[in-house]
């Protein structure tokens, strides 16, 4: 059961999705995460273990991010690897026999048509076994405010990547924080500084993906 599931992880850490996916050259015909997930689930192992190994993977594929060891392309494909699993784990994920972390709310603030970073950072913290609620992009401050009041227990994230919508970042923090005082609200983008994170009160800035999934992670401790 224990190889199973480092299989699992080094699928997702070395972006194999299933046997017929060529990449990565050394794991050519090889079962990949799709196959792998599969057969642990029929073999008896549990559904959580499934989730805590993609977990394992994209964190350490995230860490390489970070260390600038592999790229975006690499990322993505991961995420792909991971998602192949998910597809095996949703019937147990939507009976909650299996739970995640927490819920993470996350869109690219109004005025901004900019999604790579964004979806960068979905990638991974759902990798990292959070829920996540992608409103997308152009989101205006009570889309976020309303989409709160659905799931009052989630972390939000706001992206920009315009100077001139960090105005609007701005705003629809503080529309978050009239109504929900208490939720962590995490802030990134290209032109986001630390300074501007203190400036507009949100709780959490960071330009690496990697570091927004090890702040969630500290919340739910």
């Not at 392309?73 to 699993?85: K, S, T």
């Not at 701005?170 to 994170?197: C, H, M, N, Q, W």
């Not at 009160?201 to 739910?220: K, M, R, T």
Request: charge should be negative.
């Amino acid at each position: 059961m224990q190889d199973t599931i480092e299989k699992i992880a080094l699928c997702v850490e070395k972006c194999k999705i299933s046997r017929k996916y060529p990449f990565p050259p050394d794991m050519k015909d090889q079962d990949g995460a799709d196959e792998i997930a599969a057969e642990a689930l029929q073999q008896g192992v549990p559904p959580d273990m499934l989730l805590q190994d993609c977990i394992l993977g994209m964190d350490r594929i995230g860490k390489q991010f970070s260390e600038n060891k592999v790229f975006v392309p690499h990322l993505l494909i991961a995420a792909q690897a991971m998602n192949a699993v998910m597809k095996h784990l949703q019937p147990f994920l939507e009976s909650g026999s299996v739970k995640r972390k927490g819920k993470f709310l996350i869109g690219t603030v109004a005025g901004d048509l900019h999604d790579i970073g964004k979806n960068l950072v979905s990638m991974i913290i759902r990798g990292g076994g959070f829920e996540v609620i992608d409103l997308g992009i152009d989101v205006p401050s009570q889309k976020f405010v309303s989409t709160i009041a659905q799931h009052p227990d989630c972390f939000v994230g706001l992206s920009a990547l315009l100077t001139t919508t960090l105005v609007n970042m701005k705003t629809s923090v503080s529309a978050i924080r009239e109504i929900y005082p208490d939720i962590k609200i995490l802030i990134g983008g290209a032109p986001v500084t630390e300074e501007f994170r203190e400036k507009i009160g949100a709780d959490f800035f960071s330009s690496n993906p990697q570091d927004a999934i090890e702040y969630l992670n500290q919340q739910v401790a």
